[in-house]
C-alpha cells in the first residue's frame, strides 16, 4: 500500500509509438504555483475535505452529471477534420456511462487477484437538454473560432475561458485538434477546485468515442473516461514519481491501488511486477491501450465520489438540465433489418423516455418510400430513462431498396414533446424476396419420431451437450417422448453456454387469433444455480431475432430445487402461452428456443403447437372468470370489468372483423377506460389477456 502524497496539477494524458510521452504534471504545478502562490494551501485544503468525506463514506446513490460538448472547428463541414458528428459525440456518452457503471463487458479480463478490488462508480452522464438560459437545446455546441490548431496556452486563455459554461452546472468537454506542447497529448483535464474559467476536460478530436475518426489504440472512449478520473479528483496509478531517482515513492492518493514504479503503454501482459508488487496497469488511469484497460478500483470510487460529493456539489444539484418534462425520444429500429429475405416485415422501433415523467401513451406515424402516413397507438408506463419498444402491424414490401420514416407524436396526449429533433427517424433497408413461404397452421409437435420433425434443427455452438429427443419422457405423461437438454453436467454444458432448438418456418397469413404454446418441466438445481429458456421469433431468415417470452430459475420451474438429476412426473409440467397477434399474416415466421444454462438441471419441452381462433364467437381462449365489456354497443369509452382484481393488469388487442389489428394496449385497473372515441362504427373483436396469460375474446359493437 502506497503512503498518501497531495499531488496538484492538470493532468495530461499522452500517447507516442515510440512510448515516449509528454507529460506537463510538474510543468503545470510549477505554473500553477507561480503564477497563484495560494494554490498550494487551497489545493491542500480541498484534499483535507476529500480525506474528510471518504471517511465519512457516501451512499451508493447514483450521481448524476449534466455535460456540455464543445466542439473546436476552424469553419469544417459538419462531420469534416475536428467538426466531429453529433453520432460520434453521443457514443463518447455512452462509453463513459458503460465504463463508470461497469457495464463494460471487458471486466472479464481482470485478472482474478485484482477482481476483488474491482468498484462501480455508480455515475450517469447525461446531456445537457438546456442552456444557460433555460431554452432546450442538444447538448452539443459547436465554436468556429478561426483556429485550426490549439496548443496548451491557446485553449488557457482563449478557447477554454470564451466557451465555457457555468461549470457549477454543466461539465464541460472539449474536442480541438492540438499542435504545439500538445503534439501527441490526447487530451488533458483539469482537477477540482482550480480556476472556474478552465474547469473541464479537453479531448483530441480523433479520440473521441467509439465511432467516426478514431486514433489506432483509442477506439473504445476511453481517453475520456481517463481524464473524467481526473477531473473527479484521480491522479495516474503509478502516482506521478518519474522513475529514479523517486521510483516507488510517487502516490495516487488511493490505498488500494498497488505501488507501480512508471506507466505502461500498448497491452502488456500480465502480470507485471514493480515496486515489489504486481502492476494494476489495466486501471483507467494508467497509460495502455483503450483494449488494455477495463477498471476502478474501489479505492479510487471512493475518492471520486468523495471529490465530487465536496468539491462538485452544485453541479451535481443541478442535473435537472438534463430532464426535460416530456421526451419521447426515437432510439433504434429492430426490424427492418439492412437486408431482409422476406417480403412480409415486422416493422419493430425502439423508444426512450428522455424526460422526468412517466410515459403512458404514444402514437407513432410511420410511411415507406414516402408513401401514405399511417399511424398506431402505444399504451404502457415508461419510467424516465427506460427504454421501450413498440411492433407495428406487418408491411407487405416489394422485392428491392427502400426507406422507412417514423415519427413519435402525441406523447401522454399533449400534441408534441419538448423537445422534437429526436423524434423521427428514417432507415434504408433491402427486401431480396428470397424467403420461401412457410408451413401452414395450425401445428401441433410432440417429438414423437426418433429424429427432429422437418425443417426442425438444433444450434450447438460450443459442440457440448444440447438438445435432443429424449425418448423415455412425454409431456404430462401422455407422450412417450420429448425434448430436453441437460444442465446438470458441469463438463458437459458448463454456465452461460447457449444452445438452441430452431422449428420450422411457418405461415400465419390469414389466421385469426394465433398463439404459441408448449409444455415444460423443470426444477432449479439451487438458488444460485438455475437456467433460462428464452423465446425468441424471426421474420428475416433468422438475420434478427424478437425476444417473446423468457423464464429462469425459479420463475420457468414446475418443481421445487432438487439437488438431483430432475426427472418430471406427470404433475409436475405447465404449459405456456404466448399471444402471436401481433404477427398475424407473417408468411415466413420462425421460432427459437434459447437454453442458456446456469449448471442448473435439465430442462424438458413438448408439444410445442402453434394453434388458432375463430373470429365471431366468444370463445374461452383458456379461462374467463367474470370478465365483461361494459358499455357495448359504446361510442366514446370501454372499461373492462371484473369482480376479480387479480385479472388486472390485463392486455387488450382490438380487431375489427376483418381481423385486422386496430389498436393494442393494457389496462391497469377496473377504472381504467379504453378511448375508442376515434375508431369508426363497426363489429369488433376485443381480446383480452390476463396477467396470467388466461385470455378471452369479447364482441364489441361499436357505434357513433
Known amino acids: 500500500m502506497k503512503h498518501i502524497l497531495l499531488l496538484f496539477s492538470i493532468a495530461i494524458y499522452s500517447f ?86 461497469n457495464r463494460n463487458v471487458d471486466t472479464n479480463r481482470i485478472p482474478a487477484v485484482f477482481k476483488p478490488l474491482l468498484g462501480n462508480m455508480q455515475v450517469e452522464f447525461c446531456l445537457a437538454r438546456f442552456d444557460e438560459s433555460g431554452n432546450v437545446f442538444s447538448g452539443i455546441v459547436r465554436h468556429n473560432l478561426g483556429i485550426a490548431q490549439w496548443d496548451r496556452t491557446m485553449l488557457e486563455t482563449n478557447g477554454k475561458p470564451n466557451t465555457i459554461w457555468n461549470p457549477n452546472q454543466y461539465y464541460n468537454i472539449w474536442t480541438a485538434r492540438f499542435t504545439g506542447d500538445l503534439n501527441g497529448v490526447l487530451g488533458y483535464a483539469q482537477f477540482p477546485g482550480m480556476s472556474p474559467s478552465t474547469d473541464g476536460v479537453v479531448l483530441r478530436y480523433d479520440c473521441v468515442g467509439t465511432t467516426g475518426v478514431i486514433n489506432t489504440g483509442n477506439e473504445m472512449g476511453r481517453v475520456a473516461t481517463h481524464e473524467t478520473g481526473h477531473w473527479m479528483g484521480l491522479y495516474h496509478i503509478w502516482g506521478d514519481d518519474g522513475g529514479e531517482p523517486n521510483e516507488c515513492a510517487g502516490s495516487d492518493s488511493v490505498g488500494d491501488t498497488p505501488n507501480q514504479r512508471i506507466e505502461y503503454y500498448g497491452r502488456p501482459t500480465h502480470p507485471q511486477v514493480s515496486c515489489s508488487a504486481q502492476n494494476l496497469f489495466m486501471n483507467y488511469m494508467d497509460y495502455v491501450d483503450d483494449s488494455a484497460k477495463v477498471m476502478f478500483s474501489q479505492g ?168 435432443s429427443i429424449n425418448t423415455s419422457i412425454g409431456g404430462y405423461s401422455t407422450s412417450g417422448q420429448s425434448m430436453s437438454i441437460d444442465n446438470f453436467d458441469n463438463g458437459s454444458n458448463p454456465t452461460n453456454r447457449k444452445d438452441n432448438l430452431l422449428t420450422a418456418s411457418y405461415n400465419l397469413k390469414n389466421t385469426n387469433f394465433p398463439y404459441l404454446n408448449f409444455d415444460v ?29 423468457r423464464k429462469g430459475g425459479s420463475t420457468l420451474a414446475t418443481q421445487s430445487e432438487t439437488n438431483i438429476l430432475f426427472t418430471p412426473t406427470s404433475t409436475q409440467w405447465k404449459t405456456e402461452k404466448i399471444d402471436l397477434n401481433p404477427y398475424i399474416n407473417a408468411e415466413n415466421i420462425q421460432f427459437k428456443f434459447e437454453n442458456k444454462s446456469g449448471w442448473g438441471n435439465v430442462l424438458y419441452l ?29 361510442n366514446d369509452f370501454v372499461s373492462i370489468q371484473s369482480n376479480d382484481e387479480c385479472i388486472y393488469p390485463c392486455k387488450y388487442i382490438l380487431k375489427n372483423n376483418l381481423g385486422q389489428l386496430v389498436e393494442i394496449g ?33 364482441k364489441l359493437f361499436i357505434t357513433k
Not at 532 to 548: E, M, N, R, S
Open 16 to 101: 507516442s509509438f515510440s512510448q515516449s510521452h509528454y507529460c506537463a504534471t510538474t510543468e503545470n504545478l510549477k505554473e500553477q504555483l507561480q503564477s497563484n502562490p495560494r494554490l498550494k494551501t487551497h489545493l491542500e485544503d480541498i484534499e483535507r475535505q476529500i480525506q474528510e468525506k471518504i471517511n465519512e463514506g457516501s451512499r451508493a446513490s447514483i450521481l448524476t452529471i449534466p455535460v456540455v460538448f464543445h466542439v473546436l472547428h476552424n469553419g469544417d463541414a459538419y462531420g469534416t477534420g475536428e467538426n466531429i458528428t453529433d453520432e460520434q459525440i453521443l457514443s463518447q456518452l455512452d462509453a463513459l456511462n458503460r465504463d463508470f457503471n
Open 521 to 549: 418441466a423443470y426444477a432449479n438445481r439451487t438458488s444460485t444455480r438455475n437456467d433460462t429458456l428464452t423465446v425468441f421469433a424471426t421474420l428475416d431468415c433468422g438475420h434478427t431475432w424478437i425476444q417473446l417470452w
Open 300 to 467: 479510487q470510487v471512493d475518492r471520486a465520489r468523495a471529490a465530487l460529493l465536496s468539491q462538485r456539489g452544485q453541479l451535481l444539484a443541478a442535473s435537472s438540465v438534463c430532464n426535460l418534462n416530456l421526451d419521447a425520444a426515437y432510439e433504434d429500429m429492430v426490424s427492418p433489418s439492412d437486408t431482409n429475405c422476406a417480403n412480409n416485415l415486422l416493422p419493430v422501433i425502439r423508444f426512450k423516455n428522455n424526460g422526468s415523467q412517466n410515459i403512458t401513451y404514444l402514437e407513432i406515424i410511420y410511411n415507406i418510400d414516402g408513401g401514405t402516413n399511417k399511424s398506431a397507438k402505444w399504451y404502457g408506463n415508461l419510467a424516465p430513462r427506460k427504454i421501450g419498444s413498440f411492433t407495428l402491424p406487418i408491411e407487405n414490401v416489394a422485392t428491392g431498396a427502400h426507406t422507412f420514416s417514423i415519427f413519435l407524436f402525441n406523447a401522454n396526449g399533449g400534441g408534441d414533446d419538448d423537445y422534437a429533433l429526436n423524434d423521427n427517424a428514417t432507415k434504408n433497408f433491402y427486401v431480396t424476396g428470397t424467403a420461401s413461404i412457410g408451413q401452414n397452421t395450425p401445428i401441433s409437435e410432440g417429438f414423437e419420431s426418433s429424429i427432429l420433425p422437418t425443417g426442425w434443427s438444433v444450434e450447438n455452438p460450443n459442440g457440448d451437450r444440447t438438445w
Open 606 to 634: 413438448d408439444n410445442i403447437n402453434i394453434k388458432t381462433y375463430g373470429v365471431g364467437i366468444d370463445e374461452e381462449v383458456i379461462l374467463s372468470n367474470n370478465i365483461m365489456v361494459y358499455p357495448n354497443p359504446a
Open 666 to 698: 393494457f389496462v391497469e385497473n377496473s377504472q381504467d377506460k379504453i378511448n375508442i372515441q376515434s375508431i369508426q362504427s363497426g363489429l369488433y373483436y376485443l381480446e383480452i389477456k390476463t396477467q396470467h396469460l388466461h385470455s378471452i375474446t369479447k
